[in-house]
């Protein structure tokens, strides 16, 4: 299990995050949702340990990230494959070399054996054959599926997506959010979800988390999301312009 406990985060003078409490539950599938700019990114790559709280912590497996030595950090990272929202792709790189990256780096693997296991993963992701092509010549959801080949890679416990859907037409939209089903359920994966896409939601969720203005403001089930009467939330997963949500949030982001 994640825990997020009492998170605050501030950039400069502004606090983005003003204490998040989340429990991610083990095999399950957690999304999070959110306007653009309300802290989601933020908030995975604190579960990842690439920023640092200002208060509270994150447990993962009962241990607070902050208390960890360097090593133990290194391992726990290991144990996490993270999906980026632009897919960071190495441009330079062909897409066996980007998705082989960690295992080159990490593992005593030979080239043959690397080789075979990104066969594998393009396999896993629907993309067999294109290890020579480079990340340019792909389309936006072929890369998202190799940054997720390459998050794979290392057979991660826990896999974090940032908006595995924005900028896909539904159909890919549709394959991606299959993909990370089968991944769940076939790999034990526990999959943790940014998304403002509300029909993956509804598709993929165990669980559903809402974050607004810096906490945690909504908290179940898909249906519970549905059924909830919480206006704020309404508006969102509604998309309504009118209600409590202003256009620009108060701080001006
Ligand atoms: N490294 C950073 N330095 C300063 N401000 C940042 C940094 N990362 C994110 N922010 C700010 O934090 C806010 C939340 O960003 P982000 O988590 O990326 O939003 P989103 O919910 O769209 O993923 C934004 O106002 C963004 O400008
Ligand atoms: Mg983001």
Redesign the pocket.
């Known amino acids: 299990m994640i825990q997020i406990v009492n998170l605050y985060k501030y950039?400069?003078d502004?606090r983005?995050l003003s204490g998040v409490n989340l429990e991610i539950e083990t095999g399950k599938i957690t999304t999070i949702v959110?306007r653009?700019?309300?802290?989601?990114?933020?908030?995975l790559k604190h579960i990842v340990g690439l920023l640092h709280p200002d208060e509270g912590k994150v447990l993962i497996e009962g241990e607070a990230l902050s208390d960890m030595t360097t090593d133990e950090l290194f391992e726990v990272r290991k144990k996490m494959g993270l999906v980026f929202q632009n897919g960071a792709l190495f441009d330079s790189m062909s897409v066996e070399e980007n998705i082989g990256l960690g295992l080159r780096e990490h593992t005593k693997l030979s080239n043959a054996e690397i080789s075979n296991k990104v066969s594998k993963l393009l396999e896993m992701v629907g993309l067999p054959g294109i290890e020579k092509y480079r990340p340019s010549e792909l389309s936006g959801g072929m890369k998202k599926r190799v940054s997720l080949a390459r998050a794979l890679a290392m057979d991660p416990q826990y896999v974090l997506y940032d908006e595995p859907t924005t900028g896909l037409d539904p159909i890919m939209s549709a394959i991606i959010d299959d993909l990370i089903l089968r991944l769940n359920n076939d790999l034990n994966i526990t999959s943790i979800v940014?998304t403002h896409d509300m029909k993956s939601v509804y598709k993929i969720s165990d669980r559903v988390a809402m974050l607004h203005y810096g906490i945690v403001r909504f908290n179940g089930t898909p249906d519970e999301l549905k059924n909830t009467n919480d206006h704020v939330v309404r508006q969102f997963i509604e998309g309504n312009v009118e209600g409590p949500i202003q256009p620009v949030l108060k701080d001006g982001?």
Do not use: A, D, P
């Open positions: 950039f400069q502004k983005i959110g653009s700019g309300c802290g989601k990114s933020v908030l940014v982001r």
